[in-house]
């Protein structure tokens, strides 16, 4: 419905007395615009906190339904709403209101001094609840005997995404998603046997890093920019050597730096090396640079896994997947799914190198690593072109 000219005086002397905290005054002139059957959902929004500020709560709800009717993220009505459940011990309900506040007032491009003291109120409400329902839970799960350090990992990851201790990550390969595969960040290192060849070979694989590293020889950028591209993604290290790679296989072809390193190359024999013909295996040093950071970012596939063997690793590096961040240690090795955000830092005075390989994912069949070798290999071979950055 659309006001008519004639309503104009009663609509300024309704907003008049509620500036001024006249609420009689205000409810009077209210009830008289909305009786004409023609009042929109700020009217009856605003009637709503007349009659919440007269104690008169039934009518007061009644007037916040009348708005939400006509406005359902009505900013006011939410309110009183809210306010009126919360009063009443309705915590649940209120808490819901209390969110489509917070979320109204997002998109609000102004607000007045009593909704931002509103706003303000509901996220006191919310992180409140949200304290006190954490507490009873914990309180709860103690009865039948949880405790964090004893108890399955995803049963603590879970319980700490829904009480907003951690952010929900998934897997977001850029090019090509499997199903059925689990969203596991760090891969418990006991279920990786051959990697105890690996970290025994730490001090001889760096003896031949120290072949190549001399002056950055054989280190190029691990992002470049390429010609005739227009989907590059925008990332702060771009061509730049504070994040560097040295090559030993590069796009599932051996490099030249291969024979500086044949020690290295023996101890992965044993390492189930993703091939791909034209992609992987993928085995570098990757370099970071003193107080380099890596943004976060999401690798292309998902039947992987990243190995990292740190090397050359100063105080003051770490490295983020999802949700769990870790320090590398020389010579302690990890296996980390790349799909899922993950970035580093370097936070030291002195460079950060560690071997990075890739292996096929441990859930992978025999028969469904050829099947997707030959499924990404079809790809390649038909748009050689296209960048798997």
Known sequence: MQWLPSDRPILEAAMSAFRTGDWPTARGRLEEATATGRADAGAYALLATVYQRLNDFEAAHASADQSLAREPRQLRALLVKADILAAKGDLRDANVLYGGVEAAAQSAP?????????????????????SEMEDHVRAQLAMVGYR???????????LDVLTGRKKLYVQQPRVFYYPGLPTVEFYPRQDFPWLDAVEAATDVITEELAGVLHNDVGFVPYIQS???????????????LDWSSCFLWKDGLETPNVEKCPRTMAVLDAAPLCEVRGRSPLIMFSQLKPKAHITPHTGVVNTRLLCHLPLIVPPGCTFRVGSQERE???????????????????????????????VWRPELSEDERVLISTLLQAVDAYAPNVSWE
């Open 148 to 158: 964090e350090d004893s108890a399955p990992r995803r049963f603590t990851y879970a």
């Open 226 to 240: 390429q010609e005739n591209s227009v989907h590059q993604a925008d990332f702060p290290l771009r061509d730049s």
């Open 110 to 130: 102004s607000m007045a001094p009593d909704l931002i003291e509103g706003v303000a109120r509901a996220r006191t409400f919310r992180a409140r609840l949200e």
């Open 328 to 358: 590398w240690e020389k010579g302690k090795a990890w296996l980390f799914n790349d799909t899922i955000e993950h970035e580093a830092y370097n936070t030291s005075d002195q460079t950060r190198v560690i071997l990075i390989f890739d």
